[in-house]
């Protein structure tokens, strides 16, 4: 079982609200991702983090901004949400070096903007 | 930088068969191919990989090969059951994991 939890899982919240999805992991990884998921299934890396005090856009742009001050934290932050914001937002991380690369995901918080 | 395609994009077969999906990449360099398998409301969970060494990998039901010459994988499995019914995604991995678009999966009882 991987150790990464993503809080809320669900949230239904109005126009105009800000929002924080929470992620954090306790396995010491260094890297960390947050990716969108639409109801296509396909997946947008949209952030992503090499450590502490790093962040890094991703290949799909996002109104949505990260920050990483502990190296088991990685929350994502939406300062006004939009119902164009409504999707699925999966955390991962990996180890920076591993040898096998694997992505650890949470469960993945499923937000719907009214 | 690498791009992953993925293929189907949606797989229906009946319980007891076997279902095979396919992916190709672009990046040469690309030297680990791993296979996530994502069950409603929960996230991809890794199910199998293969580094670029290898040209064949097996688990129980599921099996992986590698072609590095084409530059393609597929992911095998065999005696399909109800409970393999999910999305499941390719991934190729130089320096950045990139992922294909998947493939959602359903196994008729």
């Known amino acids: 079982e991987a150790d990464i939890y993503q809080t809320p899982r669900y949230l239904v919240i109005g126009t105009g609200k800000k929002i924080t999805l929470e992620c954090s992991q306790t396995?010491?990884?260094?890297?960390m991702y947050w990716y969108q998921q639409d109801p296509g299934m396909e997946l947008h890396l949209i952030h992503y983090?090499?450590?502490?005090?790093?962040?890094e856009k991703g290949d799909l742009s996002s109104e949505s901004t990260v920050s990483r001050i502990r190296t088991e934290h990685f929350p994502l932050t939406l300062e006004s949400a939009r119902p164009s914001h409504t999707s699925q937002y999966l955390c991962?991380?990996?180890?920076?070096?591993?040898?096998?690369?694997?992505?650890?995901f949470g469960e993945g918080s499923r937000l719907t903007v009214l | 930088g690498e791009n992953v395609e993925q293929h189907p994009s949606t797989l229906s077969v009946q319980e007891g068969d076997s279902a095979v999906i396919k992916c190709t990449y672009s990046?040469?360099?690309?030297?680990?191919f791993p296979w996530y398998k994502q069950e409603l409301g929960k996230g991809p969970q890794l199910i199998i990989d293969?580094?670029?060494?290898?040209g064949e990998k097996k688990d129980q039901r599921i099996a992986v090969t590698l072609n590095k010459t084409a530059k393609h994988f597929s992911l095998h499995i065999t005696e399909t059951q109800p409970e393999d019914s999910a999305v499941y995604f390719c991934?190729?991995?130089?320096?950045?994991?990139?992922f294909g678009a998947g493939t959602r999966l359903t196994v008729k009882p």
């Open positions: 991962a991380s990996s180890e920076w070096t591993g040898p096998g690369g694997e992505l650890f």
């Open positions: 396995m010491g990884h260094d890297k």
């Open positions: 983090s090499y450590g502490v005090n790093s962040t």
């Open positions: 990046d040469s360099a690309s030297n680990y």
């Open positions: 293969i580094r670029s060494n290898v």
């Open positions: 991934a190729a991995k130089n320096n950045d994991m990139r």
